[in-house]
């Protein structure tokens, strides 16, 4: 992620270091990856069982206890990182799970913070699969509403939240069709149900741009034509980025332990995700060893580190109330909502621009947002071509 980082705070870079850490079971540092090598759909379309065999295959090859990769453990880690580079004080930022990280590191070493930002709050209380199905359907109202209220969308893809709905509760029996592998050329026939398709809608919520191409995608496969639709699941799927083993640890030691599966059905009624979204983390969690987190780690953390906490209104994953609550135990702490935006409000330039005054003040202090007020969501490709 170098590259990508680098462009994002070239203005920054002018001024300050900018230190990257492989947090440890990532990246080359001992990465724990379990990752579907068949180059085929099927690992998309992969059962819950299947994942679960492949997962007690990765946990006997690896070379390491995972119990030992939670967030206070890799904090520590961080600390030492900053102490041998000789820096006093560091800024932090995080984005998404890296806010509970720079919210952890803050509590455990907060002396060595001159500043934060969180963006996209996934808090140490946050108990992720719970929430997972409402704050998804959250994202998903919005968009159907905003489809509704655009003209053009609402001609082309009349009466879509009921369709949406009709969709997914048809595909509770699963259908077989004949695709081409997005990357591959290669046809292959596969099964389709209810819980593909929540995923790549889920996935697709991530970014208002994506999520612009939603409408299309559902009328497409509401005529079993799923071509588009698994063409943008590989889109945007972060497997190069993503170390499931060392994910596993952390959300089965910090947030499952927390939820059970009645918990989960209840907290998705209504929703068209259901526990589709869930049930296959809570699954592998029954066989992931479990770190140690003492029960003084999910209380919220309190500090007077200065922080600038970031939300995106359409965010799928970690919704606005994340970052107020959050905000709520930091003294110093000022919560902007960026209409118009999903999962990480450094992707918009309004976002950047933000982040780059408030590292070099120090402070949210006097922050000018007037730049929040001109971001808007993107026009909804209605044909193949884009918006009409």
């Known amino acids: 992620m170098a590259a990508e980082i680098r462009e994002i705070f070239r203005p920054v870079l002018r001024q300050r270091d900018i230190i990257l850490v492989d947090q440890r079971g990532t990246g080359k540092s001992h990465p724990l990856e379990c990752r579907n090598e068949s180059n085929s759909l099927q690992e998309l379309t992969e059962s819950d069982e299947g994942a679960i065999g492949r997962l007690r295959t990765c946990l006997k090859g690896y070379d390491a206890d995972v119990r030992f990769y939670t967030t206070t453990i890799a904090m520590d880690d961080l600390d030492d990182v900053r102490a041998h580079l000789g820096y006093e004080r560091i800024n932090l930022y995080g984005g998404s799970y890296g806010t509970r990280a720079a919210l952890v590191y803050v509590r455990q070493h907060g002396a060595h913070v001159r500043s934060m930002v969180l963006d996209g709050v996934a808090p140490t209380e946050m108990r992720i699969p719970l929430f997972a199905a409402r704050d998804a ?71 208002p741009l994506t999520a612009s191409l939603v409408p299309a995608l559902i009328a497409r496969a509401e005529q079993n034509d799923f071509q588009n639709l698994l063409a943008l699941a590989y889109a945007s799927e972060d497997s190069e980025n993503m170390s499931l083993g060392m994910q596993l640890s952390v959300l089965c030691s910090e947030d499952a332990p927390r939820v059970t599966p009645e918990d989960v059905k209840d907290e998705s009624e209504g929703t068209v995700f259901g526990v589709y979204l869930s049930r296959g983390q809570l699954q592998a969690c029954e066989l992931w ?58 992707g918009t330039p309004c976002g950047q621009e933000l982040i780059r005054r408030f590292i070099e003040r120090g402070s949210a202090e006097g922050l000018d947002v007037s730049c929040v007020s001109r971001v808007r969501r993107p026009p909804f490709f209605l044909t193949p071509s884009g918006a009409q």
Not at 178 to 193: C, L, Q, S
Not at 304 to 323: H, K
Request: net charge neutral; hydrophobic share 40%.
């Open 137 to 207: 359907q959250r994202a998903l109202d919005k968009l159907l509403t905003d489809c509704e209220a655009d003209t053009a969308c609402r001609t082309a893809q009349p009466g879509l939240a009921a369709r949406v709905r009709a969709l997914l509760a048809r595909l509770d029996r699963p259908v077989r069709v004949e695709v081409m592998h997005p990357r591959t050329g290669i046809r292959e026939t596969v099964a389709i149900d209810a819980r593909i398709v929540a995923g790549v809608l889920f996935g697709a919520l991530y970014s």
């Open 289 to 346: 060893p479990r770190g140690e987190v003492d029960d003084s780690y999910f209380e919220p953390v309190t500090s007077a580190v200065p922080a600038l906490v970031l939300s995106g209104d359409l965010d799928p994953v970690t919704p606005p109330g994340w970052g107020e609550s959050v905000a709520k135990h930091l003294k110093n702490a000022r919560h902007i909502t960026v209409p118009a935006t999903g999962h990480g409000v450094i």
